[in-house]
């Protein structure tokens, strides 16, 4: 069953609320950690992990509140549901499980193999 844009919005607004709530409390976890007066070397290390940590796990869910936030700026341009790398239909059920996706499933794969190697740390030198 294909749904509608009405659906697929609110469906959108959803995700990107429920983003916005975990990158505020996040922001919030990472400010919060370490604010002990006083810190030996060990709660140091510990702190500064635990901030490390909470940074970013807010950074992947800024990208993917980005990510949100585009899929309603396609839904609004009428090319939502278009993979932007071959311009096919991407399927009902790939948008019905991830419906800010930029590409069909062929598309994902690949573009997912190109992030994971840029970023990747350069080795030697």
Same mark, same amino acid.
């Given at each position: 069953?294909? $749904? !509608?844009?009405?659906?697929?919005? @609110?469906?959108?607004m959803? &995700? ?7 990158? $505020?409390? !996040? ?9 002990? /007066?006083?810190?030996?070397? #060990? /709660?140091?290390?510990? *702190? ?6 909470? +940074?970013?796990?807010?950074? #992947? ?5 980005? /990510?949100?936030?585009?899929a309603?700026?396609? +839904? ?6 278009? =993979? ?5 239909? #991407? ?9 800010? !996706?930029?590409? =069909? ?6 573009? *997912? &193999?190109? @992030? ?10």
């Amino acid at each position: 069953m294909m $749904n !509608t844009s009405d659906q697929v919005r @609110k469906k959108l607004m959803a &995700r990107a609320q429920e983003l916005e709530e975990e990158i $505020n409390r !996040t922001d919030r976890d990472a400010l919060d950690a370490g604010d002990a /007066d006083v810190q030996d070397p #060990i /709660d140091y290390v510990t *702190s500064s992990a635990a901030k490390s940590a909470s +940074l970013e796990v807010g950074t #992947i869910e800024f990208r993917a509140l980005q /990510d949100v936030r585009a899929a309603l700026e396609r +839904l609004d341009q009428g090319t939502y549901g278009i =993979c932007v790398i071959c311009g096919e239909q #991407i399927s009902p059920e790939r948008l019905e499980a991830i419906p800010e !996706t930029l590409y =069909c499933i062929r598309h994902a794969e690949e573009a *997912s &193999r190109a @992030k994971e190697s840029a970023d990747q740390p350069l080795i030697g030198g």
